[in-house]
């Protein structure tokens, strides 16, 4: 027998991707609808992309799972070719599979530079940059310095370095006028956190959304914006999947819209933000999280 949980859950997840269906087909009404960009694979790990003043490409860190794949999944159903940029060879190209020919993958650790000039260089041109790489661990004050040390060094450069070389090196490839950076921030930059534990995550995000604003006005001049979207709890991913329930039942009872988020509520954002609707937003941090937490 279905219990009214799962029922519930079921219910939540069916309106997400109602919802996301919508924001996909008012993106192609606002954006020139074009047959998504068809990526010729020459060998696992390289590819070749038509990228043709015609044809929209969306590079996604993070992409092979979670909230990245999410918003892969719905760039490319908004008619972009996607690139799927991280570090786990197999995820990735598991996730490139599940997208199909509209989809391919380069491997890097996006806190290296060498590796992230290395995964752009076969581009000559960028629409949409997502930043949705990331990872929590716990650092708190009664973390032993060494261990905390590292965990920072490891958040840090996972969670804001990263975002910072994506950018840094995509912005000479960025459609002029009207590429976008959206970065995936967190509502735990704001909380610092909804318990202890949370220092070099919620540190590490706090200096994202501080980048999206000073990347806004670098790039305004080119008619480029940059915004961050800032996710509550958002269920079934890597972050959140091993949390127990009556952390999440106790999330869910302060949370306005009384259910969790899921990646679809997180692309919804994306793709308006991408979309010309969206063209002047720009150093605007969007909160995503249900009303969890408002102001």
């Not at 290395?118 to 716990?138: H, W, Y």
């Not at 995000?205 to 080119?222: F, I, M, N, Q």
Request: overall charge positive.
């Amino acid at each position: 027998m279905v219990s009214a949980t799962a029922r519930n859950c079921w219910n939540w997840r069916k309106l997400s991707m109602r919802y996301l269906y919508h924001i996909v087909e008012a993106h192609k009404q606002y954006s020139t609808y074009r047959t998504p960009t068809t990526i010729s694979k020459t060998s696992v790990n390289s590819w070749e992309l038509d990228m043709s003043k015609d044809n929209r490409v969306a590079v996604i860190t993070g992409g092979a799972s979670g909230i990245g794949f999410g918003i892969a999944q719905a760039m490319q159903q908004a008619g972009y070719a996607v690139v799927l940029v991280g570090r786990d060879e197999n995820r990735l190209a598991e996730a490139t599979r599940k997208l199909g020919s509209q989809a391919a993958w380069r491997r890097a650790d996006v806190g290296n530079r060498r590796e992230v000039q290395e995964a752009l260089t076969q581009l000559n041109k960028v629409d949409v940059l997502v930043n949705a790489a990331g990872f929590t661990r716990s650092v708190s004050l009664s973390t032993p310095i060494e261990e905390a040390e590292a965990d920072w060094d490891a958040l840090v450069d996972a969670n804001l370095k990263g975002s910072f070389l994506m950018a840094h090196v995509a912005a000479p490839l960025l459609a002029s006028p009207g590429g976008r950076v959206i970065n995936i921030g967190s509502i735990g930059a704001q909380t610092g956190g909804s318990r202890p534990g949370s220092l070099a995550y919620a540190a590490a995000k706090s200096g994202l959304h501080g980048l999206t604003y000073a990347l806004a006005r670098e790039l305004a001049p080119r008619a480029i914006t940059a915004n961050a979207v800032a996710p509550g709890f958002i269920a079934d991913t890597g972050f959140t999947g091993g949390w127990p329930r009556d952390r999440i039942a106790a999330i869910v009872a302060e949370t306005p819209m009384a259910r969790p988020g899921t990646p679809a509520d997180i692309a919804g954002a994306v793709l308006w933000l991408a979309s010309e609707a969206g063209s002047f937003v720009t150093g605007a941090v969007i909160p995503v999280n249900g009303g969890w937490r408002i102001g």
